[in-house]
Structures are given as C-alpha cells and as structure tokens.
C-alpha cells in the first residue's frame, strides 16, 4: 500500500477552468501568437485584466500585442500559468555558460513579471533564483556561479531602487562572494553596473555597524524566506504546490 501510486484528488479540488474565453496573446516583432484561458491571465491588479477592460479589446477579437516582449519569456510564463512550475532550469551537463544564461533568463522572468504586474509570479522567480545560486557549473565543481557583469546591469537597468530582486542579489554576493567575482570588473571596469557596486559597498558597512545581519543572510543557504517575496508579513505565502514558506 506504501508504494501504491494514488492519482485521485477531491473531487471540485480542481481550480481549472477549460470553459473560459480564450484570449490571443501576440509577442514580439516576429509576432508569436499564444491562446490563453483569460481565467488564467487576469487575476486581480494584473496587467491583462486592466487591458481586457480596455473599449478597443472589448469589441475586437480579444487581442492583446506585447512586442516589446520576449516571446520565449512569455511562453515560460504560460507555463507556470497553467502548470504551477517554472521551466527553466538548464541542461547544463559540460558548460558553466548555460548556468550563466539560467541567471539571465530568471531575471528576464522576473522583469516580465514586474511588466504583468503578477508579483506572485515574481515571487516564485525569486525563489527559484535562491535555487539556482546553490547550483555549480560543472557537476563536480562545488564552486558556485553567479551572474555576469552583463547581466547583474541588465537587472539593473530594468529594476528600480530596493526592488527585492535587487536586493537578494545583493545578499546573494554577501553570502557566497568571492575576490574573484570581482576579476571581470577588474579587467573592465566600464562593464560593471555603478548603483550595483553602490549597493554593495552599502551592504558592506551596514555589516561593519551590524554583523548580525550575517546570521541573517546565512539562513538563505538553508531555508528560503519571504524576505524578498512581494506579500505582507501577515499574508499567506502562495506555495502553488512547492514548498510552503513560512512568512518571517
Ligand atoms: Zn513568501
């Protein structure tokens, strides 16, 4: 009975609607076209339920064109729309680029988000980022990888001030940091993002004054908080079938 491989749920659990309206999603210049239940798009405050209220969508065919978007993020959205997963995990079995490019794609998610005004989304791109900074390129090294120059300032670039992306990555370099994070900056100081560097160097003398904000930073290598999710303290963190998050 231990083994037995039990596909039941309750019956009504399910929160699937396959008779809702679908809506015509088109993203970028070569225009891929994405048909999504609009029961699964607009949730309350989100970008796509402001814009199915607009008169001009209202009496057309239900067509919304995002083409300043990347079409491949948009499809990894749907995804976790309709799955409750984030598919974006590397294959990464010889090059340490792909884990580089895993911190690229999560941070484009994350700015998509941002865009779509779905900061549950947001918040479970974060903690799939938490993931991913315990992943090492090559499989036997235990060195870890972070973020690129290059992508660090494309982060920057398209975030504002005390964004909680910002700030893990922030509390990610503090914790897992190292001399020779800093050797590209070094051999090409106009490649690394300034209000970056000035976050970082903040975070440094915020230790100096207070070093139990360590402590703090070190539960992340074992336990993910809210302390970069997007809900109040007193709200529920949405777990969409992953671990449940106990809110600080
Ligand atoms: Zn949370």
Redesign the pocket.
């Known amino acids: 009975m231990a083994n037995l491989n039990d596909p039941r749920a309750d019956q009504d659990s399910s929160t699937m609607n396959f008779q809702a309206s679908i809506i015509k999603v088109v993203v970028g210049t070569d225009k891929y076209t994405y048909r999504v239940h609009k029961s699964y798009l607009t949730k309350p405050g989100s970008f796509f339920e402001t814009a199915l209220k607009k008169p001009w969508i209202k009496g057309h065919h239900r067509t919304i064109e995002l083409p300043e978007d990347d079409p491949y993020d948009f499809h990894v959205y749907v995804q976790w729309l309709y799955t409750g997963k984030l598919f974006c995990k590397p294959l990464y079995e010889q090059e340490p680029e792909t884990e580089e490019r895993n911190y690229g794609l999560l941070f484009d998610l994350y700015v998509l988000g941002q865009k779509l005004l779905d900061r549950e989304f947001q918040?479970r791109v974060v903690d799939a980022t938490i993931a991913a900074s315990h992943d090492t390129g090559y499989k036997e090294s235990s060195k870890r990888l972070f973020p690129s120059d290059g992508v660090v300032d494309s982060l920057y670039r398209r975030t504002s001030k005390g964004c909680p992306m910002r700030r893990l990555l922030i509390d990610l370099s503090i914790c897992q940091g190292g001399e020779g994070w800093m050797v590209p900056a070094q051999n090409d100081p106009d490649g690394i993002n300034v209000e970056f560097l000035i976050d970082l160097a903040t975070a440094f003398y915020k230790i100096q004054a207070d070093d139990t904000i360590m402590d703090k930073l070190e539960e992340l290598d074992e336990d993910p908080?809210?302390e970069y999710?997007h809900?109040g303290k007193d709200e529920e963190?949405?777990s969409y079938g992953g671990k449940k998050?106990e809110?600080l």
Do not use: K, P, T
Request: charged share 10%.
């Open positions: 918040d908080g809210c999710h809900h963190c949405g998050i809110a």
